[in-house]
C-alpha cells in the first residue's frame, strides 16, 4: 500500500492522486513517517496549487495526518516550502479550505523549529485579518485555530514584537470589548492570548492601555465574566498599572474598577484574590496620595477601612467567606452614597 501510494502521488493522474492522498491519511504513524522520510511532502505541496478543491483538500488533509504527533514531519513540511502557498490558500473564497488551511498552520506552529519561519512568512497578518473579518465566510472554528495559532507563537520571546507590530493586540481587544456579541470560547482565547502578550511586552502592554475603550472593558469583565476571565483582567491591570504608573492609574479608578476589584478580593480564586489585591493597594496609594477632590479621599478611607476589616475576618478559620462578602456589601453602600 505505501508503494502504490507513493508512486500514484508522484506519477497518477488527478484521481489517482486525490485516492491517494486520502489512503495516505488512513495509514498508520509508523507507515506515515517512511512515506515522510521518502519526500512525500513534495507532491502532496504541490497538488496544493492545483486550481481543483478536491485535490487541495485531500492534500490537506493528508498533510494534517503527517504532521499530527509528529515534530519531525513537521518541520519537514514547513522546510519542503508549505507556507507560501499555505498563505495564498488563507486568501481563498472557500470556506472549507480556509478552515483547513488555518488548522494545518495551528498544528505546524505547535512546534519549536516552526515558529520562527510562520512569523517571517506573513502569516500573523493574514491571520489578523481573518479575526477582523466579520462576514460568515469565516467560520468560528477558523477563527478560534487563528487565535490558537498565534498563541503558538507568542510562545518564542522574539516573534511577540511581530505580533504587536502585526496589529494582534487591536483585533483581541475588539474581540474582548463587544464580547456580548462573540461566542464565549472565542472571548476566553482573546484574553488569554492579550494577558501572555502583554506580560511579555511592554509595547504591547502600552498599546492595549492606549486603546480606547480597552480599560473599561476589562473592567467591566472584572465585575461580570466569568472566573477565567476576571483573573486574566486583574493581571492585565495590574500589569497595566505597575507599568505606568502615574498615567493608568487614574484612568483604571475612571472606569470604576473599585467594587469589581474589592469583590474579587473575596469571593474569587486564590490568585485571582492576590492579583486583586495587589491592585486595590495601587489604586488606594495613588489616590491616597494628595490627588483627587474630598470625595475620593473620602472613597479612599472607607475603601481603606474595608480591606483592613477583610484583612482581619481571612485570618479567622470560621465564616470568613459569608462575613467578607457582607463586609463588600457594606463597603459597596457607603461607596453609592459618596458622589
Known sequence: MEELVLQNLFNGDREAQIEAATELGKLNSKQRHKLAKRGVMVPLISMLHSPDVEAIKAALFSLLSLAFGSERNKSMIVESGALPVLLNLLRCESEALIELTIAALLILSSCKTNKLAIAKSGAIQLMVEILNMNNV?????????????????????????DLVSGGVIFSLLQIIQYSLEKPGQLVDKAIALLDDIIFSSKNALKEAAATHGAIRALVEIIEEGSMERKEHAVRILLVICQNCREIYRGLILKEGAMPGLLQLSVDGTWRAKTMARELLFLLRDWSGSGYGSSNQQSRNRVIEQIMQEIDAEEERVVGTSTTSLKLVEEMLAKLSGIQ
Not at 148 to 159: M, R
Open 137 to 161: 465566510i469565516i467560520s468560528m472554528q477558523a477563527r478560534l485555530d487563528a487565535i490558537a495559532a498565534l498563541h503558538n507563537l507568542s510562545t518564542c520571546h522574539q516573534i511577540v514584537p
